[in-house]
């Protein structure tokens, strides 16, 4: 069974650093996970992100 998430809200409130912490424990606890930015304008991730193309 899978599981999914939809982060959103506004510029700055964090969705990045959420994200980060997440992918840090699920590979912390050895789960697999799968990050898809949608954002056009972000360029520098601290994780590995799914781009759609």
């Known amino acids: 069974?899978?599981?999914?998430?939809?982060v959103i809200g506004p510029a700055g409130s964090?969705?990045?650093t959420y994200c980060?912490?997440?992918?840090q424990h699920c590979q912390t606890?050895?789960?697999n996970i799968h990050?898809?930015?949608?954002?056009?304008a972000?360029?520098?991730f601290?994780?590995?992100v799914a781009?759609?193309?």
């Open 29 to 31: 606890i050895g789960r």
């Open 1 to 6: 069974m899978g599981y999914a998430q939809l």
């Open 51 to 53: 781009t759609g193309t």
């Open 14 to 16: 964090g969705k990045s």
């Open 42 to 44: 972000a360029e520098n």
């Open 35 to 40: 990050i898809i930015n949608l954002d056009p």
């Open 20 to 23: 980060s912490s997440l992918y």
């Open 46 to 48: 601290d994780y590995p």
